[in-house]
Nanobody, 123 residues
Framework: QLQLVESGGGLVQPGGSLRLSCAASGFTLDDYTIGWFRQAPGKEREGVSCITSSGMTNYVDSVKGRFTIARDNAKNTVFLQMNSLKPEDMAVYYC?????????????????WGQGTQVTVSS
């Protein structure tokens, strides 16, 4: 059974950092593009970043220079390092898997989703 499990969310002050993890079971992550998405209350789910099986990355403009996506194939895990967090980054963060070759962070391209992890940015 294909499953994605996010972890690493929590409460952080503005300017702080968190590292989110997306662990896969039932399939090999490096056969897929893995994306991170977020959804704040009352807003649509938006794409944050993705990494392809070849290691190409893509970021939404609002997180460029602050967030870094990486994959550890040996651990079958993708990470999202989030630095210089802002209150507007607060949301539930989801990881998702898309077919190999997908380079977008359009949620319609992603078929498999985790349950999400809450990120709260507040002083």
């Amino acid at each position: 059974q294909l499953q994605l499990v996010e972890s690493g969310g929590g409460l952080v002050q503005p300017g702080g950092s968190l590292r989110l993890s997306c662990a896969a079971s039932g399939f090999t992550l490096d056969d897929y593009t893995i994306g991170w998405f977020r959804q704040a209350p009352g807003k649509e789910r938006e794409g944050v970043s993705c990494i392809t099986s070849s290691g190409m990355t893509n970021y939404v403009d609002s997180v460029k220079g602050r967030f870094t996506i990486a994959r550890d194939n040996a651990k079958n895990t993708v990470f999202l390092q989030m630095n210089s967090l802002k209150p507007e980054d607060m949301a539930v963060y989801y990881c998702a898997a898309a077919l190999r070759g997908v380079t977008s962070i359009d949620r319609r391209d992603y078929s498999y989703w985790g349950q999400g992890t809450q990120v709260t940015v507040s002083s």
